[in-house]
């Protein structure tokens, strides 16, 4: 079987099993047919060594169950709940002052957990209620709540950043370091998104009655913003401070976070033996859906290299004279497309073996081209049809039609391919952090 014969076989295969079968079979299984059909028995041969000594040996992975351990055990606190509600109170005299209060509720929780239905479902359960109550559009209601749900997977301590990182060979604190302006750039844009359409419309948006709102310097307003947003803020400044000064690696640092978020459960009176119980459990299960995901994928990439599929996609392109940035684009064209139909870990393990050596080869920077691939999959969360920060939303069942989430999600996605934009055009936005803690 000639190259491009198994090349084109594999692609088309990956699709067309995709829709019906569980990612991680689906393109296990086709890794493993091609793999022996091109390699024969040396393939099968090489399958535990790949598997043992590349995916299942990677320490950073480690870091994967701590950290979404971390987010769960701060959901669970309890924490969330007063916090939205301190928010909401300070921001209620702003038109779309509810929505502005989730977002930076956002913010926060995407820098406790990496897991995007954990933060959509929690903050989809605090927010949508309380806004569809004070008269908000929808629409908006549910574009705020899954964009800012999907902050998770960017800002550190992310999940996707960590499985990045060993793949293309850079490093996880300088990913980390690289992510936090993105992120927050995000968060920011949001926020600015949501004052000027209130203030535009302000039916979108309506201010809360004064009885509801808490003056920002009263002595009441200083004991709960003390009491429900200091510490969670101590916990996130001190884990990421700690990686990013290079005290603690992402995995010492999950580890501290974790005993921090349960004592934190402890002091609020929430922590019981069976939630403890479940937190642990669901993280295993995320976890090793993450690793399972890892494994076919690694045996389709696998055999899609060796059978020599890598060379034909670079001849296709380089024949096609598009030069380096015409891949580059094209890749990212590949990552949307990809993202309304395939979960971003299926497509951050199956792309990256293939394009990034060929990107790099070319004088791209290997960190700032990470960046800009993992920004870009955040788009995946928000792109329909199949985009699970909108089914996360729906499956909550909070009197929000798919109609009102897709109306609500659009203005989101192209404020995140504005700072997608934004980092290819300026480098430094992503590189500085790095750069400068590297010195």
């Given amino acids: 079987m000639s190259p491009e014969l198994t090349t084109v076989l594999m692609i088309v295969s990956l699709f067309v099993f995709v829709t019906g079968f569980p990612f991680a079979l689906c393109v296990g ?15 099968l041969r090489m399958i535990p060594l790949r598997i043992v000594s590349g995916t299942l040996s990677e320490y950073i992975f480690a ?37 502005i209060a989730t977002t930076v509720l956002a913010v926060i929780f995407a820098a406790t957990t990496g897991v995007v239905g954990a933060s959509v479902v929690t903050i989809g359960l605090l927010a949508v209620p309380a806004m569809i109550q004070a008269r908000y559009s929808k629409a908006l209601a549910s574009g705020v709540v899954c964009a800012g749900g999907t902050l998770g997977i960017l800002i550190p301590p992310s999940i996707m950043l960590i ?38 419309k302000p039916e979108y ?26 510490p969670p803020a ?25 005993l921090c978020t349960i004592l934190m459960a402890l002091i609020y009176k929430k922590l019981t033996w069976k939630s403890l119980l479940d937190n642990c459990y669901l993280s295993v299960r995320v976890t090793a859906m993450i690793i399972l995901i890892a494994i076919g994928a690694t045996l389709y990439t696998g055999a899609f290299l060796n059978a020599g599929c890598g060379k034909v996609i670079s001849n296709l392109l380089v024949s096609m004279g598009l030069g380096p940035w015409g891949v580059f684009l094209v890749l990212l064209i590949i990552i949307l497309f990809l993202g309304m139909f395939i979960d971003w870990v299926g497509i951050l393990l199956i792309l990256v073996p293939i394009f990034a050596p060929m990107l790099q080869a070319q004088g791209f920077n290997p960190l700032w081209l990470g960046l800009v691939i ?17 089914f996360y ?18 203005p989101f996605v192209i404020i995140q391919a504005i700072v997608v934009a934004l980092i290819i055009i300026f480098p430094d936005l992503v ?5 400068w803690l590297a010195k």
């Fill in 393 to 410: 939303l729906k499956g909550l069942n909070i009197g929000l039609e798919l109609n009102d989430i897709y109306r609500g999600v659009w």
């Fill in 63 to 99: 870091a994967v169950p701590l950290f979404i351990f971390m987010g769960n055990m701060m959901q669970q606190s309890g924490v969330a709940d007063k916090a939205f509600e301190v928010l909401n109170r300070w921001t209620g005299g702003v038109r779309g002052g509810l929505a």
């Fill in 205 to 230: 948006g309506p201010s809360l009655a004064k009885e509801e709102r808490l003056r920002f310097f009263s002595i009441e307003s200083l004991i709960l913003g003390l009491k429900y947003l200091l």
């Fill in 163 to 200: 499985l990045y990182a060993p793949m293309a060979g850079v490093s996880v604190v300088q990913m980390f370091a690289g992510a936090l302006f993105p992120g927050l750039l995000l968060g920011l844009m949001f926020i600015v998104y949501i004052a000027v359409l209130c203030f535009i």
């Fill in 431 to 435: 590189l500085f952090l790095p750069n």
């Fill in 29 to 43: 299984t086709v890794g493993l047919l091609f793999g022996y059909l091109t390699g024969g028995d040396a393939f």
């Fill in 234 to 258: 101590i916990i996130i400044i001190s884990v990421l401070g700690s990686i990013l000064a290079g005290i603690a690696s992402p995995t010492e640092a999950g580890a501290v976070g974790s």
């Fill in 374 to 390: 993992c920004t870009s999959l955040q788009m995946s969360f928000l792109t329909p049809p199949f985009a699970y920060s909108i």
